[in-house]
C-alpha cells in the first residue's frame, strides 16, 4: 500500500540557506576580537557537524558560561550582521511556498533562534513549528529535535521525511526513525 507523507521537517543551515561561509566569517571575527588561540583551520574544521557551544567554547578557550554565553550572544550578532546581504539559495521561496501547500512544515536547526531572523518572515509563517538550539538539550545527531517537531506536528515517525544536508541530519533521522533525504 501506498502512505501518504504528512509533514517535512526541513534542517536550515545548508538546506534552505546558503550560510556555510557566514558562519565561518562570524566565527573568524569572534576569534580576532577575543584574541583567540583557535586557527581559522579549526574552525573550518568544526563548522557543519559540531554543535554550536563546542564551536563557542573552541573560539573561548573553556567551557565557563559566564565566558562562553555573551561570546554566543557576539557571535549571533556578527553572523546576523553579515547575514543581512541574503543567504537563500535561489529556489528556497519557491519550494517553501509549494511544499507547504500540501503538506505541514518544520524547522530544525542546532542554530538558534536569533539567527533565524535573516529568514524572510513570510516564509517562516508556512512552518507550522520551529525547533532551534534553545529548545532542545542534545542537539543533532541526537533525535530529540525531530521527535519535538513530530510531537508539535501531531505525527508519526512514518508521516514524515528530514531533508538535510550533512551526516550529522542523517544520523538524526535515522535515530528518530524518520525518512532522510540529503
Not at 565557563?64 to 556578527?78: F, G
Not at 529568514?119 to 538550539?133: D, M, N, S, W
Not at 550533512?166 to 533525504?181: C, P, Q, R, S
Request: with cysteine; charged share 25%.
Amino acid at each position: 500500500p501506498i502512505h501518504i507523507m504528512k509533514a517535512v521537517l526541513f534542517d536550515y543551515n545548508g538546506v534552505l540557506v546558503n550560510d556555510l561561509d557566514v558562519h565561518y566569517q562570524a566565527y573568524l571575527e569572534l576569534a580576532r576580537r577575543h584574541q583567540s588561540k583557535a586557527t581559522p583551520q579549526q574552525i573550518r574544521a568544526i563548522l557543519g557537524s559540531t554543535p554550536t557551544l563546542a564551536k563557542i567554547e573552541l573560539v573561548a578557550g573553556t567551557r565557563n558560561p559566564a565566558v562562553t554565553s555573551p561570546l554566543l550572544r557576539e557571535k549571533e550578532d556578527i553572523y546576523i550582521e553579515l547575514a543581512q546581504k541574503g543567504v537563500l539559495f535561489p529556489s528556497t521561496e519557491r519550494v517553501i511556498k509549494s511544499i507547504s501547500q500540501h503538506y505541514r512544515l518544520a524547522l530544525i536547526t542546532n542554530s538558534t533562534r536569533r539567527q533565524l531572523q535573516v529568514f524572510p518572515r513570510e516564509l517562516l509563517g508556512k512552518f507550522a513549528t520551529l525547533i532551534t538550539y534553545e529548545d532542545i538539550q542534545k542537539p543533532k545527531p541526537d533525535p530529540q529535535s525531530l521527535r519535538e517537531a513530530l510531537k508539535e506536528l501531531w505525527v508519526t515517525k512514518r508521516d514524515a521525511c528530514f531533508v538535510g544536508d550533512t551526516v550529522t541530519d542523517m544520523e538524526a533521522a535515522a535515530n528518530a526513525g524518520v525518512m532522510a533525504i540529503g
